[in-house]
């Protein structure tokens, strides 16, 4: 790695630390399939497993290893010759082999897990980067519970393991266990105590256990670190890592951090649900970033100011995460602006509705459901009984006969303007004829080019959605219709768009 003062390298281990929790592991197709999106994105190492856990994980470091060619290519392994000897094994054909090896800084650590001393622990860290260091040129080394380690130790071991040959030097809060003043403390402590620390990166690996693992890692690069390790969706062991794609839109948002990497944010969304899908893991919807109401607003002050100007409730542009817009959910809180914006989004002119009036209904139909869909709203704007025109014709009255022996007649009364007027006419079927009198009310000529129906649900008593594209004088308008009468959806189709241009 060429270190650049400013650039913050992305490690990921989606596919290593991220597996790790139960019911998301990954067949090797699979992982090839996400590496390589992660490369796409532009991560710059890629953990690709833990080869001497499994014959699985040993043959998948091999795979991704032929299979990815930009981002280095990681094996975790322990402190010991046997996991080295694998991850040397399983990373011969990667471009840019790195080898992670490691063992715990804590005191905690060093009595109960290895029921050592802290200077049989530090032997052995030396010794395994030494060891490592004969297989590939980059090795990176992990203080297991750093966050938990004493600082003058813990700085004594990475001064050691760098003079052994690391190049990267891993900086753990393995149990999400630190405060972000003190996780930064604790990375400008070995910035400013550790005297060859300039030959080695820095790495921060944070986990969620109280919810900070996002903090804690920018509290690590603000205060030099110039590696973050992290999982797309912050998936990973107990409550999860840190999400990459949260460090790394902090740092395109702030940019008087002056910090930078080299991620193409507008793969997040896709890549998010590459991940969920493959990991059976889904995305709370509350989640920053890649959540389905990340971008979404739904309370009537917010999308007022929304609408009004963007910046007001948002401070990236959806577009730079992979999605289209932000949404504009429709509820009983939402308000006239949002409301209108939806209207004209389907095609509706203002100017000729009774907002205020449709607007009454609107807040009668949020009540009774939790969010309101297109289908909805077009449902309001054709209800027949309720005119959402302003001096738009409305259908009073509808009777159709029609059958084996009996022409195809429909009788009408159409309100316009405060009179009403009727009409009867025939057709080659009942929505042919109600057609023919509503025209004849009308008194304009309008050509029909297409007619479908749609059952909402299914089922003989469902309703129907009736979608009708007139054209009047050479241009083109839609009318939709609900009812649980095909015909008066019809008729409330056609209606609807006549109400367009009239």
């Given at each position: 790695?060429?270190?650049?003062?400013?650039?913050?390298?992305?490690?990921?281990?989606?596919?290593?630390?991220?597996?790790q929790v139960p019911g998301c592991q990954l067949?090797?197709?699979?992982?090839?399939?996400?590496?390589?999106?992660?490369?796409?994105?532009?991560?710059?190492?890629?953990?690709?497993?833990?080869?001497?856990?499994?014959?699985?994980?040993?043959?998948?470091?091999?795979?991704?290893?032929?299979?990815?060619?930009?981002?280095?290519?990681?094996?975790?392994?322990?402190?010991?010759?046997?996991?080295?000897?694998?991850?040397?094994?399983?990373?011969?054909?990667?471009?840019?082999?790195?080898?992670?090896?490691?063992?715990?800084?804590?005191?905690?650590?060093?009595?109960?897990?290895?029921?050592?001393?802290?200077?049989?622990?530090?032997?052995?860290?030396?010794?395994?980067?030494?060891?490592?260091?004969?297989?590939?040129?980059?090795?990176?080394?992990?203080?297991?519970?750093?966050?938990?380690?004493?600082?003058?130790?813990?700085?004594?071991?990475?001064?050691?393991?760098?003079?052994?040959?690391?190049?990267?030097?891993?900086?753990?809060?393995?149990?999400?266990?630190?405060?972000?003043?003190?996780?930064?403390?604790?990375?400008?402590?070995?910035?400013?105590?550790?005297?060859?620390?300039?030959?080695?990166?820095?790495?921060?690996?944070?986990?969620?256990?109280?919810?900070?693992?996002?903090?804690?890692?920018?509290?690590?690069?603000?205060?030099?670190?110039?590696?973050?390790?992290?999982?797309?969706?912050?998936?990973?062991?107990?409550?999860?890592?840190?999400?990459?794609?949260?460090?790394?839109?902090?740092?395109?948002?702030?940019?008087?951090?002056?910090?930078?990497?080299?991620?193409?944010?507008?793969?997040?969304?896709?890549?998010?649900?590459?991940?969920?899908?493959?990991?059976?893991?889904?995305?709370?919807?509350?989640?920053?970033?890649?959540?389905?109401?990340?971008?979404?607003?739904?309370?009537?002050?917010?999308?007022?100011?929304?609408?009004?100007?963007?910046?007001?409730?948002?401070?990236?542009?959806?577009?730079?995460?992979?999605?289209?817009?932000?949404?504009?959910?429709?509820?009983?809180?939402?308000?006239?602006?949002?409301?209108?914006?939806?209207?004209?989004?389907?095609?509706?002119?203002?100017?000729?509705?009774?907002?205020?009036?449709?607007?009454?209904?609107?807040?009668?139909?949020?009540?009774?459901?939790?969010?309101?869909?297109?289908?909805?709203?077009?449902?309001?704007?054709?209800?027949?009984?309720?005119?959402?025109?302003?001096?738009?014709?409305?259908?009073?009255?509808?009777?159709?006969?029609?059958?084996?022996?009996?022409?195809?007649?429909?009788?009408?009364?159409?309100?316009?303007?405060?009179?009403?007027?009727?009409?009867?006419?025939?057709?080659?079927?009942?929505?042919?004829?109600?057609?023919?009198a509503i025209t004849s009310i009308i008194g304009?000529?309008?050509?029909?080019?297409?007619?479908?129906?749609?059952?909402?649900?299914?089922?003989?008593?469902?309703?129907?959605?009736?979608?009708?594209?007139?054209?009047?004088?050479?241009?083109?308008?839609?009318?939709?219709?609900?009812?649980?009468?095909?015909?008066?959806?019809?008729?409330?189709?056609?209606?609807?768009?006549?109400?367009?241009?009239?």
């Amino acid at each position: 790695m060429l270190h650049d003062p400013n650039r913050v390298y992305v490690f990921d281990t989606t596919l290593r630390d991220g597996e790790q929790v139960p019911g998301c592991q990954l067949s090797t197709p699979e992982k090839i399939e996400i590496a390589k999106a992660l490369e796409l994105l532009g991560v710059d190492v890629i953990e690709a497993g833990f080869p001497i856990s499994s014959p699985g994980d040993f043959q998948s470091v091999i795979e991704l290893s032929k299979a990815v060619k930009e981002p280095i290519i990681c094996a975790l392994t322990r402190a010991n010759k046997g996991d080295i000897d694998s991850a040397a094994a399983a990373l011969k054909y990667a471009k840019y082999p790195r080898i992670h090896t490691g063992i715990g800084a804590s005191d905690m650590h060093i009595k109960y897990k290895f029921n050592s001393t802290r200077e049989q622990i530090l032997e052995r860290a030396v010794d395994a980067v030494k060891y490592a260091k004969k297989f590939v040129e980059d090795i990176e080394f992990y203080a297991e519970d750093a966050g938990r380690a004493d600082n003058e130790f813990l700085a004594k071991m990475i001064e050691a393991v760098i003079a052994a040959g690391a190049t990267v030097v891993n900086i753990p809060d393995t149990n999400g266990y630190c405060l972000p003043e003190q996780y930064g403390a604790k990375i400008l402590y070995l910035k400013e105590n550790v005297k060859n620390i300039d030959n080695a990166i820095i790495s921060v690996h944070c986990h969620n256990d109280l919810g900070l693992a996002t903090a804690n890692t920018v509290a690590g690069i603000i205060n030099g670190a110039r590696q973050i390790e992290c999982t797309i969706n912050g998936i990973g062991e107990r409550a999860g890592n840190t999400a990459l794609e949260e460090v790394a839109m902090i740092l395109k948002t702030h940019k008087a951090l002056n910090l930078h990497t080299n991620i193409k944010s507008k793969h997040f969304t896709e890549i998010s649900h590459m991940v969920s899908r493959m990991m059976r893991m889904p995305v709370q919807p509350n989640k920053a970033i890649v959540g389905k109401n990340a971008f979404a607003h739904s309370s009537g002050i917010h999308q007022d100011g929304f609408l009004k100007h963007r910046e007001n409730y948002e401070i990236m542009n959806p577009e730079d995460v992979g999605l289209n817009e932000a949404g504009i959910i429709l509820t009983a809180r939402s308000g006239r602006h949002a409301l209108k914006h939806h209207l004209e989004r389907l095609g509706y002119e203002i100017e000729k509705i009774n907002l205020d009036d449709v607007y009454q209904r609107f807040l009668v139909l949020a009540d009774d459901k939790l969010s309101i869909s297109d289908d909805d709203l077009l449902f309001l704007m054709s209800n027949s009984d309720k005119s959402a025109y302003k001096n738009g014709y409305k259908l009073n009255l509808l009777h159709v006969i029609c059958g084996d022996n009996d022409k195809p007649n429909a009788h009408i009364k159409l309100q316009h303007n405060g009179e009403e007027k009727e009409a009867s006419a025939t057709g080659n079927g009942p929505v042919n004829a109600t057609v023919n009198a509503i025209t004849s009310i009308i008194g304009k000529i309008i050509e029909l080019k297409e007619f479908t129906i749609q059952a909402m649900h299914g089922g003989s008593d469902d309703v129907s959605k009736v979608n009708m594209r007139v054209v009047f004088e050479g241009k083109s308008y839609q009318g939709y219709g609900f009812s649980t009468d095909i015909v008066k959806a019809s008729a409330n189709a056609y209606l609807d768009a006549i109400n367009k241009f009239l």
